[in-house]
């Protein structure tokens, strides 16, 4: 297979996230965008609303029906942009990340998949707490951001206030692309920034159709649209005047954010989101290894785990191993080294998920991301590879702030307890602790959100049969110890020292103030930050 195909492949690939508070519109804006690229031929196939057939995820409206979102995966369209061949049109991989903040962590691993994120906004409600702190997660990788200014059809802020709240909130520049024609509340279309062309949109019946756009010249807008017109060439021309204009080097660095406004639910704006990830969004690169050589993306195959997730729907009981390409050509039967164990693992099972439908991948090159079926050996952060060998570095776990032991109340039921255990340890649902004194039958548990020891409970009784109760314990921080300061720290009172499974040790404290007094009493003794969910 030539380097040149793949350079081909990854030319007109981009992946991406969206980054939002729940209710700010991702799911509609995801079935948006499915529609535009003509995957899904009316919109409310995502949903199933109005009585229409669900086609991409059902998993996503029973997470809707729990209000949270834990699960996810990857939806992949071709677009065919301005200037593309159709034959060769762009692939567009759209990663899903959990919506709840107690499932930072999972996010965090999401976001190591991908190379670019958009970050939906509610017109009315501006930046908001999950909004602020997926942001931050991108910023910390150095994710690029285009900024979405979603439900513009509804009464909303202004767009400069919006900018104005962006910019000095997360200290991201706003370069917007479009303006909107017409107030939050009554949007009639965009002023292209750069050609001076008016984009007018005209409302199909529930935004259920691609919406029709007409290109108009600058006078004819004027004539067309008169105040609104005028406004929005004001607002264009004193961007202009603060450089609020698109800088490609400066958003790559994450210094800028190249914003639209959309209308997710009558489907405005949504194709210049999509010209935009196109024109804009970086294609799949190299990724640094732990040795620090770069594995080029023309390289030989290879690619990393970032989520692992078991019993999503009832159909399909088993265990998904996502994982993102980063170098070469992935061939469906290929048999690739895993880096952790060194083992030979078969990917005869690889196959693209979203929701319900799943199917088989036969090909795929960097930037997709394939899911590999009963991959019990693999956890988020491995490395799957052709020869030469690479490994690329874990993915960090966050810092618990909940602890938590669990209790198992069904007799007879301890063998499958500990299986489901070590099987929920190895996704990622939450950190797993242990320590002599307490022995194996109530291991701790540790998490950034309490809402991850619910989805424990839930799918221990869901997939292996096994009551549990959480039991809270009374230390609300951690830190990273070693086996020398063990010892002094468990004759501490407030203290306790576990094995996490990774072979970290980490030493639990009640509260803040024991922990600052230890540090000042006993300076001889490693006690280092964890990373912290927000850093
Ligand atoms: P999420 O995945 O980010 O949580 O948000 P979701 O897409 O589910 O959207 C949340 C609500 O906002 C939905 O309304 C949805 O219809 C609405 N919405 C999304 N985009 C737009 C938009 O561009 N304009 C307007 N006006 N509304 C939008 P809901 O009342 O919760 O559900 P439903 O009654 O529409 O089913």
Same mark, same amino acid.
């Given at each position: 297979m030539s380097s040149e195909v793949i350079g081909r492949e990854v030319k007109r690939r981009r992946t991406f996230a969206i980054i939002s508070h729940p209710d700010a519109g991702k799911s509609t804006m995801t079935e948006a965008l499915a529609l535009h690229a003509r995957?899904?031929?009316?919109?409310?196939?995502?949903? *199933?609303? *109005?009585?229409?057939?669900?086609?991409?995820s059902d998993w996503m409206e029973m997470e809707k029906a729990r209000g949270i979102s834990v699960s996810s995966t990857a939806l992949q369209f071709k677009y065919a942009a301005t200037g593309d061949d159709p034959d060769l049109p762009h692939v567009i991989n759209l990663v899903d990340t959990p919506g709840h903040s107690d499932f930072s962590e999972d996010t965090y691993r999401v976001l190591t998949a991908v190379d670019a994120a958009v970050m939906l906004i509610d017109a009315a409600k501006g930046l908001e707490p999950q909004t602020l702190k997926l942001f931050q997660v991108c910023r910390h990788r150095g994710i690029p951001v285009i900024t979405v200014v979603n439900k513009?059809? /509804?009464?909303g802020q202004t767009p400069l206030e919006l900018i104005d709240e962006i910019s000095e909130r997360i200290g991201l520049i706003p370069t917007p692309l479009y303006v909107p024609v017409g107030i939050a509340g009554d949007? /009639?279309?965009?002023?292209?920034?750069?050609?001076?062309e008016y984009i007018k949109f005209t409302r199909t019946a529930g935004g259920a159709k691609v919406a029709p756009e007409s290109i108009l010249d600058a006078d004819t807008a004027r004539d067309t649209e008169g105040a609104a017109w005028v406004a929005a060439s004001e607002e264009s021309e004193l961007l202009g005047e603060l450089g609020q204009d698109h800088d490609q080097e400066m958003f790559l660095a994450g210094q800028t954010s190249p914003m639209i406004f959309t209308s997710a639910m009558l489907n405005f704006g949504v194709r210049q989101l999509l010209e935009a990830l196109v024109e804009f969004a970086p294609p799949p690169r190299g990724r640094v290894a732990i040795d620090d050589s770069t594995r080029e993306v023309a390289d030989p195959f290879s690619a990393v785990v970032f989520k692992v997730q078991a019993g999503m729907d009832s159909s399909h009981r088993d265990r998904l191993a996502y994982m993102r390409i980063v170098s070469g050509q992935f061939e469906r039967g290929m048999v690739v080294s895993?880096?952790?164990?060194?083992k030979p693992f078969a990917t005869k099972y690889a196959q693209a998920v979203f929701g319900r439908d799943r199917a088989t991948v036969d090909t795929a090159y960097p930037g997709d991301v394939v899911g590999l079926v009963n991959a019990m050996a693999l956890a988020p952060g491995d490395t799957l590879y052709l020869d030469p060998k690479v490994q690329y570095p874990p993915i960090p776990s966050f810092a618990p702030e909940h602890f938590s032991s669990l209790r198992v109340t069904t007799a007879d039921k301890y063998k499958q307890f500990r299986k489901a255990i070590d099987q929920l340890d190895a996704e990622g649902v939450v950190q797993v602790l242990r320590n002599d004194l307490r022995g194996d039958a109530s291991p701790v548990l540790a998490a950034v959100g309490p809402m991850q020891f619910e989805v424990v409970t839930a799918r221990m009784k869901a997939e292996f049969n096994v009551d549990t109760v959480i039991e809270p314990l009374g230390y609300a921080l951690a830190r990273r110890t070693d086996e020398a300061s063990a010892p002094e720290l468990n004759r501490q009172r407030g203290v306790e020292v576990f094995t996490r499974t990774d072979g970290a040790i980490l030493a639990l404290f009640s509260d803040k103030w024991r922990l600052q007094y230890i540090e000042k009493e006993h300076k001889d003794l490693l006690l280092e930050p964890l990373v912290a969910a927000a850093d």
């Open positions: 995957m899904i031929s009316e919109a409310g196939a995502v949903h *199933g609303k *109005g009585g229409r057939r669900s086609t991409v513009w059809d /509804r009464p949007y /009639r279309g965009l002023l292209d920034r750069r050609t001076g895993h880096a952790q164990t060194g």
